[in-house]
C-alpha cells in the first residue's frame, strides 16, 4: 500500500459503524492528579479521545477529568472516545468491564481491548465477555493489542461474532509493521499505534534521528509534531503519551502541514523491525 494514499482525517468509521479520533492521549504511567490535569488538559486543547486500561490504575481519574470537561461545557461525553482494557490474567472478565464502566463514570464504553495475549483460554474468555457486553450496551467498539501477525488476529476475526475493530500493538518508526497495517485495512480493522514516541526510555531515539530533525526543521515543526504527523500519514491511528500540558498541546498541533512523499519515504527506510517490547 501506497502510504501517500493515507488521507489524514480526525476521526475514521470502525467496522462497528462508530467513528473513533485518529490522534489521542495516551495515560500509561499516568496516576492521581497527573493523570486527571492531563486528561482535562488534553479534552480543553481538543483531543477527544483517551487510551486508559484497567492496568494502569488510572480508570477513576480518566473518568473524573472527562467528568469535569462535561460539566464545564469543553465537550459532550458523546464526542469523547475512552478506550479502556481487560487483562487476561483476570477470573472474571465480565466484571472487570463493570467494574471499569463504573470508575470510568460511563454507562458505555467506546472501545474495550483485550490488553495482551493469555493463555488461548483466558483470550477467549475475555473476548467473549466483550463481544457479550457489546450486546448488552456496555461496550460500542472491540478489539485487541499486542497481536502482531495476520494469523494471529485472524482467530478472533473468524471465531467471534464480532470481529475486532481495532489492533493495538507497539508501532513506530523502527518498527514499522506496514505488512499487518495492510492486511487488516483490507479487512476493515484498523492499527493504533502504541509507545508512537518509542516509549519511556527510548524517545531520545527517536526525537534526536538526523532524519527526523531535518524534516521537522523544514516545516518549522517538532521532532514530536513530525512523528505525530507520520503516524497519522501511515494510516495509523495513535496515543503519544503525556503527563505535560506543554507535549499535550504541542502533540495535537499537527494539523496544519503535511509530510511530503519523499519525506515518508526517507521515514520508511528509518524501519529496522525491532520492537521494543516482547508481550
Ligand atoms: N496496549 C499496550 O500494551 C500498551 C503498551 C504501552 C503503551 N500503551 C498506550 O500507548 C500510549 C503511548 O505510549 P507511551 O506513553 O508509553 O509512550 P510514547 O507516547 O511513545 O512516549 C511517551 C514519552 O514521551 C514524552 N513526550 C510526549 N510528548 C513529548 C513532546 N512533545 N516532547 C518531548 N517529550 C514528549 C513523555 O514525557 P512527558 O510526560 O514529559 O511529556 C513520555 O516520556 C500509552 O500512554 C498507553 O496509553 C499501550
Redesign the pocket.
Known amino acids: 500500500m501506497d502510504t501517500a494514499n493515507f488521507e489524514v482525517r480526525k476521526t475514521v468509521k470502525l467496522n462497528s459503524g462508530y467513528q473513533m479520533p485518529t490522534l489521542g492521549l ?5 496516576t492521581g492528579a497527573t493523570c486527571e490535569t492531563a486528561v482535562y488538559q488534553a479534552l480543553k486543547c481538543g483531543y477527544r479521545l483517551i ?3 484497567k492496568y ?1 490504575g488510572n480508570e477513576q481519574e480518566v473518568g473524573n477529568a472527562v467528568k469535569k470537561a462535561v460539566n464545564e461545557g469543553i465537550c459532550t461525553r458523546e464526542e469523547v472516545f475512552i478506550t479502556t ?1 481487560i487483562v487476561p490474567w483476570t477470573s472474571n472478565p465480565a466484571a472487570d468491564i463493570d467494574n471499569s464502566l463504573q470508575k470510568l463514570q460511563t454507562t458505555y464504553i467506546d472501545l474495550c ?1 483485550l ?2 495475549h493469555g493463555s488461548a483460554k483466558e483470550d477467549d474468555a475475555v473476548y467473549k465477555a466483550m463481544v457479550q457486553a457489546v450486546k448488552d450496551g456496555k461496550i460500542r467498539s472491540i478489539g485487541i ?2 497481536y502482531y501477525t495476520e494469523k494471529d488476529v485472524e482467530k478472533f476475526i473468524d471465531g467471534y461474532e464480532i470481529p475486532p475493530a481495532v489492533v ?1 500493538n ?1 508501532n ?1 518508526i523502527f518498527y514499522q509493521n506496514n505488512t499487518l497495517r495492510d492486511c487488516l485495512a483490507a479487512r476493515n480493522i484498523y492499527v493504533e499505534s ?7 526510555g527510548h ?1 531520545g531515539d ?2 534526536g534521528n538526523p532524519v527526523i530533525l531535518e524534516i521537522a526543521a523544514a516545516h518549522n515543526k ?1 521532532a ?2 513530525v512523528l505525530v504527523r507520520w503516524h497519522l500519514q501511515s494510516g495509523y491511528i495513535a ?6 500540558s506543554l ?2 498541546a ?2 495535537f498541533d499537527i494539523w496544519n502541514f503535511e509530510l511530503s512523499e519523499a519525506e515518508m519515504r526517507r521515514i520508511a527506510a528509518l524501519n529496522t523491525g525491532r520492537r521494543y ?1 516482547n ?1
Open positions: 495516551g495515560t500509561w504511567t499516568l487510551d486508559a486500561a494502569y482494557k481491548l490488553h495482551q493489542s499486542n493495538q507497539e513506530h502504541y509507545y508512537p514516541f518509542g516509549g519511556r524517545t527517536h526525537f517538532t514530536a509534531q496515543i503519544p503519551g503525556s503527563g505535560n507535549h499535550i504541542e502533540n517490547e508481550w
